[in-house]
């Protein structure tokens, strides 16, 4: 596809109470796959997405966090992390799947201002 | 950018969220959203102090189902759904907060 | 302008779907062109046609049938969350096809404008 797009997705919602978390990855790494720029963002209840230990066993619902990992291997490598939430929610880097980009509340704003689609789930 | 909040601000964070990270630009409040422009609403000094940074436009036919279509705040703007698409028209990107 | 709609919930449960349709509606009145509506999660249910509301009340299903066949929308209905949820060929209403998330990829790359309705 000739024309490039700055895309970025932006989650605001836990994982596993509702499935919009797991789509949503289903977007990204197709978007990724028609070489579009692809941002990921992470803020409000979406930080919870990033975290360590997820274990569905007793929920019998498809861990779908080490797919995190893998959008390396599919060249999506800009993911931030909102800062504000995370504090709110008792959450450091340390917590994370993955090596991220945190972010104030302010430089996030002038990130999705630079966008030229915008996709929340 | 056009910033587009469908959720009630007393049961949802979205549009404070929104309110504290954009830049500014403009902000269409959209079905439950349009109660956050309504006098006497607990989250009314909050966007009062927002609009400074940002324009307010509040979907009238969604206000009006509501029954609250006399209580909209002074400063917010109505807009019908031409008035929608202008606004998604005339800003670059649109950013709906789900 | 060309716009693309992304529509990411069921009828009738939310107001999503009637939001998107006023929407699209109030940019085919002002001259605009509806290129796609992406119906993805839940919204591929607005593409069932067993969809029976009572009489009473607005059918969403065929509303948006009628707008495709009158102003060429291309509605398109995600292959894999429609699996998920049991939309299949059988009984996608007429005016819908279901293909995949490169459509909406597409949608983002080819229009102007992309508005997401959902919650």
């Given at each position: 596809?000739?024309d490039?797009?700055k895309?970025?997705?932006?989650?605001?919602?836990?994982?596993?109470?509702?499935i919009?978390?797991?789509?949503?990855?289903?977007?990204?790494?197709?978007t990724?796959?028609?070489?579009?720029?692809?941002?990921?963002?992470?803020?409000?209840?979406?930080?919870?997405?990033?975290?360590?230990?997820?274990?569905?066993?007793?929920?019998?619902?498809?861990?779908?966090?080490?797919?995190?990992?893998?959008?390396?291997?599919?060249?999506?490598?800009?993911?931030?992390?909102?800062?504000?939430?995370?504090?709110?929610?008792?959450?450091?880097?340390?917590?994370?799947?993955?090596?991220?980009?945190?972010?104030?509340?302010?430089?996030?704003?002038?990130l999705?201002?630079?966008?030229?689609v915008?996709?929340?789930? | 950018?056009?910033?587009?909040?469908?959720?009630?601000?007393?049961?949802?964070?979205?549009?404070?969220?929104?309110?504290?990270?954009?830049?500014?630009g403009?902000?269409?409040?959209?079905?439950?959203?349009?109660?956050?422009?309504?006098?006497?609403?607990?989250?009314?000094?909050?966007?009062?102090?927002a609009?400074?940074r940002?324009?307010?436009?509040?979907?009238?036919?969604?206000?009006?189902?509501?029954?609250?279509?006399?209580?909209?705040?002074?400063?917010?703007?109505?807009?019908?759904?031409?008035?929608?698409?202008?606004?998604?028209?005339?800003?670059?990107t649109?950013?709906?907060?789900? | 302008?060309?716009?693309?709609i992304?529509?990411?919930?069921g009828?009738y449960?939310?107001?999503?779907?009637?939001?998107?349709?006023?929407?699209?509606?109030?940019a085919?009145?002002?001259?605009?062109?509806?290129?796609?509506?992406?119906f993805?999660?839940?919204?591929?249910?607005?593409a069932?046609?067993?969809?029976?509301?009572?009489q009473?009340?607005?059918?969403?299903?065929?509303?948006?049938?009628?707008?495709?066949?009158?102003?060429?929308?291309?509605?398109?209905?995600?292959?894999?969350?429609a699996?998920?949820?049991?939309?299949?060929?059988?009984n996608?209403?007429?005016?819908?096809r279901?293909?995949?998330?490169?459509?909406?990829?597409?949608?983002?790359?080819?229009?102007?404008?992309?508005?997401?309705?959902?919650?």
């Amino acid at each position: 596809m000739s024309d490039v797009k700055k895309f970025m997705f932006v989650n605001r919602k836990a994982p596993y109470g509702t499935i919009y978390a797991l789509e949503s990855l289903e977007v990204v790494l197709i978007t990724a796959a028609f070489d579009q720029d692809v941002s990921l963002v992470f803020m409000d209840d979406g930080v919870f997405q990033m975290k360590k230990g997820q274990q569905t066993k007793g929920i019998e619902i498809k861990n779908f966090s080490p797919a995190y990992r893998a959008l390396d291997g599919y060249d999506v490598e800009k993911l931030y992390v909102d800062k504000e939430s995370m504090d709110a929610r008792g959450l450091t880097e340390d917590d994370l799947l993955v090596d991220v980009t945190v972010l104030s509340r302010a430089e996030m704003g002038a990130l999705m201002d630079e966008q030229d689609v915008i996709l929340s789930f | 950018m056009l910033h587009i909040i469908n959720r009630s601000p007393l049961s949802d964070i979205a549009l404070e969220s929104c309110l504290n990270t954009a830049v500014g630009g403009d902000v269409l409040l959209i079905e439950d959203a349009v109660y956050a422009a309504t006098a006497g609403n607990a989250f009314e000094g909050k966007l009062r102090a927002a609009m400074g940074r940002f324009k307010i436009s509040v979907l009238r036919p969604d206000l009006e189902a509501r029954g609250m279509a006399d209580r909209l705040i002074e400063g917010a703007t109505f807009v019908d759904y031409a008035g929608f698409v202008e606004l998604v028209a005339a800003n670059k990107t649109c950013q709906s907060w789900l | 302008m060309k716009f693309g709609i992304v529509v990411n919930e069921g009828p009738y449960q939310r107001q999503a779907s009637d939001s998107a349709y006023q929407f699209a509606k109030a940019a085919i009145e002002g001259g605009h062109e509806v290129w796609r509506v992406f119906f993805y999660h839940d919204g591929v249910n607005n593409a069932s046609k067993l969809t029976e509301p009572p009489q009473d009340d607005r059918n969403i299903v065929n509303r948006w049938t009628k707008m495709a066949e009158e102003h060429k929308v291309d509605l398109v209905v995600c292959v894999a969350a429609a699996m998920r949820r049991g939309i299949r060929e059988e009984n996608l209403a007429a005016g819908f096809r279901i293909s995949g998330l490169g459509q909406l990829v597409e949608c983002g790359t080819k229009c102007d404008r992309l508005i997401t309705f959902g919650d």
